[in-house]
Structure formats: C-alpha cells, structure tokens
C-alpha cells in the first residue's frame, strides 16, 4: 500500500518552552487535524504557565533558512505566523511570503503575552501594519492587539464592529476580531468581517484562565484551510475546536492556567 501524502501547514512563530503556546501548540492543532506540520522558528522564548521570562530571536539568516527549507520541499497550502519580535523579523517573513506565495496567510499579531509580558518590539508594529498585514488572507487580533494596531480603545460591542471594519482597511483579505478580552457578560463574541460576508461566533465564557488559545485557533484556521473550508466556515470549525479543547483541558503547571487538550479536542469532533 502506499502511503498517503497530507497536506502540509508551516507555522512561523515562536517557540514556547512551556508546551502551550506558540510553535508548540500550533503543531499540535496542526496534528489534531491531520495536516503535516511544519515550523520556522522566529522567537525562543523561556516561559511556562505563568508567564515569559525571556525572549531570544536567532540570527535572520537561520530563520531564512528554515522557510526556504520548507518551501523547498513540501507543498504548503497554508502560512500561520505569530510571534515575529521585531522589524528586521517582519520584513523578512513578508520579503518571503512574497516569493513564495502560498495560498493561505493566517495572522496572529502577537503583541502581548497573556501574562502582560511585552512580546513586540516598539519599532515592529508599523512594519507589521506596512508588510505583514497586506499579505494575510485572515488577521486574528484580541482586543489590546487590535487596539495598538488602530491607536485607539474598544471597550463596547460597537467599538468592536467598528474596529473590524478598521482593520479589514489595513489591507488583509479578512478580520476575525476575537472578543475574550471584551466584557459582554457570559458570551464571548468573535467578529468575523471581509467587507461582504459579517458573522459573529459565540460561546458561553468559560470561568478559567487559558493559555495559548490564540495560537491555537489561527494554527487551527490555518489547518481547516488546508482541509479545503472556506474562510467563514473555517474561522467558525476552528473556534469550535478552541472550546472543545477549553472544555477538556488540563493544568500541566504549578500555575492555575488551563492548556488545551488538541486531541481531546479532536475526538469530540
């Protein structure tokens, strides 16, 4: 019998030492949904449930040299990016999207750690207005990103409509404006806007403190994006994922911080 060949997804991000964020978590969510995972790693970071403790980004010729080793060899259907510290980083991962342009770009614009830890260089946010954010097919910002990004508070339901409109303007193909952050009571609302198509994804808001559900969901967008769903029906798949994972998740840590289980996840699919 010969092996069948799956499609493959290549996250660009940042490596969480911890287990439940970033490179980690995306290639689980990526195996969760039986997509070949790879990985170009742009950030270390040393942190574990409760909080980073320091970040190093290596040299940008590795970094180079880890996407055109991917790109040289498997057929990649979708791009997840999230943790790119700094400008020089930025302009890199967008110089390479631009050679190489795979179908879909999911843009997670890691800015802030959960914990508060600052994981964006001051001089990084223009360049990811300028290079990154023209080149995504879906930017998945929270709430305190997508107010750096637009220079202003969004503290209301209408604030946020507002915004998703604000950011679709950037430039990228799509919005999923995520609402964790916003207080709208016991739901938790997730903006969807392409400039035609508007949806809002809800669920019960879960009384925990989670860790890497951002990274999760855009590696699990990207996945779904893979399996051949359009944008709408794939941001909603994937937000479902992310609270069946909630649902079954487990602390891993000393710390009170949930972590998804992705393959609990999977089996209530």
Avoid: W
Avoid at 180 to 188: F, I, N, T
């Amino acid at each position: 019998m010969t092996p069948s060949s799956p499609v493959s997804a290549l996250t660009i991000a940042g490596s969480d030492s911890g287990g439940g964020a970033g490179i980690q978590a995306d290639l689980k969510a990526f195996a969760a949904h039986r997509v070949h995972g790879l990985s170009a790693i742009a950030a270390l970071t040393a942190q574990n449930t409760g909080g980073v403790t320091a970040v190093h980004v290596p040299p940008l010729d590795f970094l180079q040299a880890q996407i055109d080793a991917c790109f040289a060899d498997f057929d990649i259907h979708a791009v997840k990016l999230g943790m790119l510290a700094n400008a020089e980083v930025i302009d890199l991962v967008a110089d390479a999207l631009e050679k190489h342009r795979p179908p879909h770009v999911v843009l997670d614009p890691v800015m802030v750690a959960t914990s508060g830890a600052r994981l964006l260089e001051e001089n990084a946010l223009e360049a990811m207005r300028a290079r990154l954010i023209p080149l995504a097919t879906l930017l998945t910002p929270n709430i305190p990103e997508a107010e750096l990004l637009l220079g202003r508070r969004i503290v209301t339901a209408e604030d946020a409509e507002d915004a998703a409109d604000a950011l679709l303007e950037l430039g990228a193909g799509a919005v999923l404006l995520k609402g964790g952050h916003l207080d709208e009571g016991s739901r938790v609302i997730d903006r969807y806007f392409d400039g035609v198509t508007r949806e809002e994804f809800i669920h019960t808001r879960l009384p925990v403190d989670a860790h890497g559900t951002g990274c999760t969901l855009a590696s699990a967008i990207a996945a779904q994006l893979c399996q051949g769903l359009s944008l709408p029906n794939a941001c909603e798949a994937a937000i479902d994922y992310v609270a069946r994972g909630l649902h079954a998740g487990y602390y891993p840590g000393r710390s009170e911080v949930l972590v998804i289980d992705h393959f609990g996840a999977a089996r209530q699919a």
